[in-house]
């Protein structure tokens, strides 16, 4: 059913024995097998509402990577990227092939990245029609003419259904991710999440890119009125959507992109907005897609008689979300591609209201603080997390990066010295206190900073020096509360932001000693100061 399918079949892939299989369905098709098959319901204004049960967020301990001659050495081994052996792979994978028989199943041919130069072709499978729709909206659809002859290189089996055994499987739970890169092959397994299809591309890219001397990014990135280019880095929560969904720029992507030679290009077709507390007068555009035929909406409350969504209600879960093609955004890039940037945005959520709302770093210390990925862990946003914690995520997107650290930041740092980018880091946390005594950053003063860094005033402001952190922070900026530029006036308690501050400079230089060895004198000498 559907468009015809790609010369290579399933029994290619040795799935033999299922039921219907359902290849290349379009959007409305999706909606009518995923009521059909109650996986969803339809509210009000149209979106596709979902639940994921008790999955609402990535399983981050339960994914694991192939560990093989090719990966050996290529391959950062730790608490993130987890080794599996070769033979409880193909014990997971003869289970799955086993699971999914007299199943129906949905398949989509796909790209993981919009340049034609850099993309890999993606087969995703699985059991549920929304998650079809949602890798459908999420990675970059081909024409019609390309299907036929489209060879996946990558292939994700998504089977929310099965349930792994850790005895016999290597993993730690019923639920598990594995990577296998040299047989190009992702399965997911008791886990209705979707987001883990999503990461699963990313993480392919993190690891194919840097050897060909692409900086794979988990970031946004816009365009100005002048064609300048700006990326926002920042872990999920920290305004990486928010802030990229600007009226007055082109959004090229929310979430993942690849910096070349020529271009910064989004690795995707759509984006995956955080909805909890999203209101329209805060996030006008983003709003707007939770109103629209086309969107999947997760874990959102809907009113049963009136189907209204209420994105206040965080009883399903405090990481809701919305799947929706990139241009039910205004004004985005017609082909998910810009220049290259002129600026560099580090978002960080600072749970510790330190961190001033804008400062202006050195090359050095943008490796530093790229290398270092501090925020806080938002609640919901992983299994386990019930409140904001600080957390250090390198590259802004450790779970995502396969390869040391260390590859990535250099290529960071040779491309801002290659094209002289301006790079800046924002605090969207708190501020007038820690969490739970101080207040969320006012969205309105983040976003004239950040028009101000974009358009270039910023660059003649009055600056001083931070004493902790030695990067410099504006101390006059037009329509801005000069006091909320200097977080220590906004405390109360003076001593104990000085206390706090200490012990956020320790922090930092404890997690830092991991990297040290990797980089130069430079940019360990970016590193805060110790009073």
């Known amino acids: 059913m559907g468009t015809s399918p790609s010369k290579y079949t399933l029994a290619d892939q040795n799935i033999t024995g299922t039921g219907n299989q359902y290849w290349n369905l379009g959007t409305s098709h999706l909606y009518e097998e995923a009521i059909r098959r109650g996986e969803g319901r339809i509210a009000k204004d149209g979106p596709l509402v979902v639940e994921t049960g008790k999955h609402t967020g990535r399983s981050a301990n339960d994914k694991f990577t192939v560990r093989d001659e090719n990966t050996e ?74 299907l036929e002859g489209m060879k996946p290189q990558f292939t994700i089996i998504n089977l929310p259904s099965f349930k792994a055994d850790p005895a016999t499987m290597g993993c730690n739970s019923e639920t598990i991710i594995a990577v296998n890169f040299t047989k190009g092959l992702v399965l997911i397994g008791g886990t209705a ?36 280019v700006a990326i926002f880095f920042g872990l999920s929560g920290t305004g990486k959507t928010t802030l990229s969904a600007d009226s ?21 077709g759509g984006c995956y907005a955080k909805l909890i507390n999203l209101s329209a007068e805060a996030e006008p555009e983003i709003y707007a897609t939770t109103k629209r035929y086309g ?33 039910f955004i205004p004004n985005t890039s017609e082909h998910n591609r810009g220049g290259k940037p002129s600026n560099i945005i ?53 779970p995502f990066m396969p390869r040391h650290p260390s590859v990535y930041g250099n290529l960071l740092r040779k491309k801002i010295a290659e094209g002289s980018v301006n790079c800046w880091l924002v605090n969207t946390g708190w501020t007038g206190g820690a969490y739970g005594i101080g207040n969320r950053m006012p969205i309105k003063a983040t976003r004239a900073l950040l028009h ?12 001083r020096t931070d004493t902790n952190f030695g990067f410099e922070v504006p101390t006059e900026v037009v329509g801005v509360d000069s006091k909320i530029l200097n977080p220590r006036d906004t405390w109360d308690d003076k001593d104990a ?35």
């Open 497 to 531: 932001y000085d206390a706090k501050a200490k012990h956020l400079v320790e922090l930092f230089i404890k997690n830092f000693e991991t990297f040290s060895a990797h980089v130069d004198d430079s940019v360990n000498a970016a590193a805060p100061n110790v009073a």
């Open 452 to 463: 101000a860094a974009l358009d270039g005033s910023l660059n003649g402001a009055p600056m």
């Open 193 to 228: 999440y979707a987001g883990e299809n999503k990461k699963s591309v990313f993480s392919i890219l993190n690891y194919l890119l840097p050897e060909k001397g692409i900086m794979p990014m988990h970031c946004s990135a816009n365009i100005g009125p002048d064609e300048d």
């Open 295 to 327: 969107t999947i909406v997760e874990n959102v409350v809907m009113d049963a008689d009136t189907r209204e969504l209420d994105l206040f209600d965080n009883s399903l879960a405090e990481n809701t979300r919305a799947a929706y093609p990139i241009d």
């Open 248 to 268: 007055t720029r082109t959004l090229i992507g929310d979430d993942e992109h690849g910096w070349s030679d020529n271009s910064v290009f989004n690795f995707e």
């Open 346 to 398: 580090m978002l960080t959520a600072d749970a510790f209201g330190i961190l001033p709302p804008i400062s202006r770093l050195t090359p050095e210390q943008a490796m530093y603080h790229f290398l270092s990925g501090y925020t806080a862990k938002v609640a919901g946003t992983e299994i386990g997390i019930k409140e904001p914690q600080a957390t250090f995520s390198t590259c802004f997107g450790a």
């Open 73 to 146: 050495d290529t391959i950062w081994w730790g608490d993130v990227n987890r080794p599996m052996t070769p033979e409880a792979f193909d014990t997971v994978h003869a289970a799955f092939l086993d699971h999914l028989k007299e199943k129906d199943l949905f398949v989509q041919d796909l790209w993981g990245g919009s340049d034609p130069d850099h993309r890999i072709s993606v087969r995703t499978i699985g059991e549920l029609a929304w998650h079809s729709l949602f890798c459908r909206t999420m990675l970059v659809r081909p024409e019609a003419e390309e």
